[in-house]
C-alpha cells in the first residue's frame, strides 16, 4: 500500500465528544454567549481537529515546498526562473517576508527544495527533496508523470509527519516558485469548472498583454490535456507543479495525524483542491488562513466551503497570511483554555443565575 493510500485511510472524521465539550466550556465562560465571534467557533473546531477539548498548540510550524515551472517560459510571470533559487537562499538567511512574520507568531520556517530548477548549496535548514528540476511546459506537454505527481505528494506527507514527530501541533503552508499562479490557475479552472479568465489573476504583478497571454497559456493547456476535474493526481500532473504537490501531502500528512493546517493563499489554495479532491475529510482539518487579492481564491474558498480569517488585500504567498493567521487559531484556543469559568471566577451568570 502506497504511503498516499495509508495516509487517506488515516483521516477520519473531527472528534465530536471533544467539540462538544469545548463548546459547553465556551459557554460557562466569563463572557456572554456568542460575544468573542469566530474566536469561539475556531476554538470548538480546534478541539474538534485535535480530539483534545482544551487544545494547547505552543509548537507551530510553516512548510515552504520551492520547484520550477516550466510554463514560465511562456512569459507569465513578471520575475524569471532564476529568482526561485535566490528567494529560498533568502529564507535560509532569514530576509524574506515569511522569515519575519514567523519570527513574530514563533514559528518555525521549514524550507524544502521538492523541485527547484538549480542545484542549491547545502545548508543545515534547507531539507532536501528534490524530485526533478522543475515541471515540463504543460502549454505542450504534461507537467509531470502520475508517478511524479504521487512522489510528490508523498513527500510533502513525509514533511508533515517528520515536523508533527518533533512535536509540531500546528501547521501551515507556504510556498516559492516562479510562474506558480499560472499552475494553480490552471488547477482552479480544471476542478472548480470555471473559466480561466475567471480565476486566474497578475501574479507578480504583469501587465495587461502579459495576463491576456497567461489566460491564453491555460485555456490551451486544459483543452489540450482534458484533466479530470474528480481525480486530483490527474490535474496535478497535467498543469500542476511539485511544490502544489508537497502542499497537498502536507495537508493530508496533518489531517491524517489531526493536526489542524492553516491554508496560505492561492497557490496553497490550490494545493487544498488537490488534497480535497483525494480525499474529501480532509477538508475538515483546514483553517482558512487568509483571502488573497488574487481573483481565483474566492472560487476555492467556495469549492472548500471554508472561511477566511483575514483579508489584509495580501498577494505574496510564502506562508505569510497564514502564520498571521496562526496567532489567531493560538488566541483561539488560549481563551478557551485560559478564561475563568462564571463558577471559578464568582461571577454570577445571565439573570441572576
Known amino acids: 500500500m502506497s504511503l498516499l493510500t495509508q495516509t487517506i485511510n488515516h483521516i477520519g472524521p473531527l472528534d465530536d465528544q471533544a467539540a462538544t465539550a469545548a463548546r459547553r466550556r465556551q459557554d460557562m465562560l466569563t463572557k456572554p454567549a456568542g460575544s468573542l465571534g469566530r474566536l469561539e467557533e475556531l476554538s470548538i473546531r480546534i478541539a474538534g481537529i485535535t480530539g483534545r477539548e482544551r487544545p494547547r ?4 510550524a510553516v512548510i515552504v515546498m520551492a520547484a520550477d515551472h516550466g510554463v514560465a517560459r511562456q512569459g507569465v510571470s513578471a520575475f524569471p526562473a532564476e529568482v526561485t533559487p535566490q528567494m529560498v537562499l533568502n529564507f535560509l538567511r532569514g530576509g524574506a517576508a515569511i522569515n519575519v512574520l514567523a519570527r513574530y507568531v514563533g514559528a518555525q520556517v521549514i524550507v524544502v527544495d521538492i523541485g527547484v530548477a538549480a542545484d542549491l548549496p547545502s545548508h543545515p535548514e534547507l531539507v532536501s527533496r528534490k524530485l526533478a528540476y522543475g ?6 506537454e ?5 508517478e511524479l505527481a504521487q512522489q510528490a505528494i508523498a513527500v510533502g506527507i513525509t514533511c508533515a509527519n517528520e515536523a508533527i514527530d518533533r512535536g509540531v501541533d500546528l501547521l501551515a503552508t507556504g510556498e516559492m516558485g516562479i510562474a506558480n499562479t499560472t499552475a494553480a490557475s490552471a488547477i482552479v479552472a ?22 491576456a497571454r497567461k489566460i491564453a497559456v491555460i485555456e490551451r493547456a486544459l483543452a489540450l490535456h482534458q484533466p479530470n476535474p474528480r481525480d486530483g493526481l490527474d490535474v496535478l500532473a497535467k498543469v500542476g507543479g511539485l511544490e ?13 495525524r489531526r493536526v489542524p ?6 497557490i496553497s489554495g490550490a494545493a487544498a483542491l488537490i488534497a480535497a479532491t483525494l480525499a474529501p475529510a480532509a477538508v475538515n482539518y483546514m483553517i482558512a488562513g487568509h483571502r488573497s487579492v488574487e481573483r481565483g481564491h474566492v472560487a476555492v474558498y467556495s469549492q472548500l466551503d471554508l472561511q477566511p480569517l483575514l483579508d489584509l488585500n495580501m498577494r505574496l504567498g510564502e506562508g505569510t497570511g497564514a502564520v498571521l493567521a496562526m496567532s489567531i487559531c493560538q488566541a483561539a484556543c488560549k481563551v478557551l483554555d485560559e478564561m475563568a469559568t462564571f463558577a471559578e471566577a464568582g461571577v454570577s451568570e445571565k439573570n441572576g443565575e
Open 57 to 60: 498548540l505552543t509548537k507551530p
Open 135 to 140: 515541471t515540463a511546459d504543460f502549454s505542450h
Open 142 to 146: 504534461p507537467a509531470m508523470s502520475l
Open 190 to 211: 480544471a476542478i472548480t469548472g470555471r473559466p480561466a479568465a475567471e480565476v486566474t489573476g497578475r501574479g507578480t504583478g504583469i501587465d495587461d498583454a502579459s495576463l
Open 244 to 256: 502544489i504537490g508537497g502542499l497537498a501531502g502536507v495537508i493530508l500528512g496533518a489531517a491524517a
Open 261 to 266: 493546517v492553516v491554508i496560505d493563499g492561492f
